[in-house]
């Protein structure tokens, strides 16, 4: 007798979303940056481009009704899931059940806040793939990579300006704290664009894939903290000149200059200049 073979999860599409929604009488709501994938070939596309396979361990934030949930079911080894929302963190199990009956022992939904949640159950994660509530990506993103250092790799559709601002270099327009505080974790880019129609409500913004792959941080005697304060400082004032800047947190101008100079950084540079090893100088020396 042969085992009968695993059978692939059944994707959502726009009539079954919409049928999802209806029964749990679900209007989406802009403050949980609740827009659903419809798409069935946006979701493998975003599956295939993170690169998941069958040993990878996938934290998903914001599964709503479980569109990509299901896509990363039919490649993944498991599937953790973490929703804010009680009536979808509820919903989902029976979703999955429905239309990836092989694959509900690798499935498991976390009720919470992903910019809160201190610990995910089960093996470590390896890798994040979500489609992050606009309002609070880059706080979310930066909470996980911070929490989860198993995590190797994350592809994450966020708003198209976010992406840019994440996937930013030094001394480009979007360069900013995203920027670099994603890179005191990961090598950042921009992994292509999503048109607003594969989405139920349609955004009335353009969204944009960001592929991340961990890296060390910089070497430094400095905590995250202490180099994260001086990014904090350096671009509370765009265009304004660092010695200025940091004037505050390390105590005085002239403090401010001496770690400058310490650090080998031009006290008049602005922080729109400088990359993640530059902060780590600077925090270094203040510090």
Do not use: C
């Not at 944009?208 to 001086?230: C, I, K, S, Y």
């Amino acid at each position: 007798m042969t085992d009968r073979p695993v059978r692939a999860p059944r994707l959502l599409g726009p009539a079954e979303v919409r049928a999802l929604a209806a029964g749990l009488d679900l209007r989406p709501t802009k403050q949980r940056g609740q827009n659903f994938v419809i798409d069935a070939n946006t979701v493998r596309r975003i599956v295939a481009d993170a690169k998941v396979g069958p040993d990878d361990v996938v934290l998903e934030v914001g599964p709503g009704l479980g569109s990509l949930t299901l896509a990363l079911l039919a490649v993944a080894r498991r599937v953790v899931a973490v929703e804010i929302d009680p009536a979808l963190a509820e919903a989902l199990p029976a979703t999955i059940a429905d239309r990836a009956p092989d694959h509900v022992g690798a499935f498991e939904v976390v009720l919470a806040d992903a910019m809160r949640v201190d610990e995910i159950p089960g093996p470590a994660p390896t890798t994040l793939v979500a489609n992050l509530p606009y309002n609070v990506s880059v706080p979310v993103l930066l909470h996980l990579l911070d929490l989860l250092p198993s995590l190797e790799r994350g592809l994450v559709m966020v708003q198209s300006e976010v992406a840019d601002r994440l996937a930013a270099v030094p001394g480009s327009k979007s360069y900013g704290i995203p920027s670099v505080k994603a890179a005191w974790y990961a090598d950042v880019r921009r992994a292509g664009a999503i048109g607003r129609n594969v989405f139920w409500p349609a955004p009335n913004v353009d969204s944009g894939l960001v592929a991340w792959t961990r890296r060390d941080p910089p070497a430094t005697t400095a905590t995250r903290a202490q180099v994260f304060a001086v990014i904090d400082a350096a671009f509370a004032h765009r265009r304004k000149a660092l010695r200025p800047s940091l004037r505050e947190l390390a105590g005085s101008a002239e403090a401010a200059e001496k770690a400058l100079a310490e650090a080998g950084i031009d006290p008049m540079t602005r922080g729109e200049a400088l990359r993640i090893d530059d902060f780590a100088r600077i925090a270094e020396a203040i510090a």
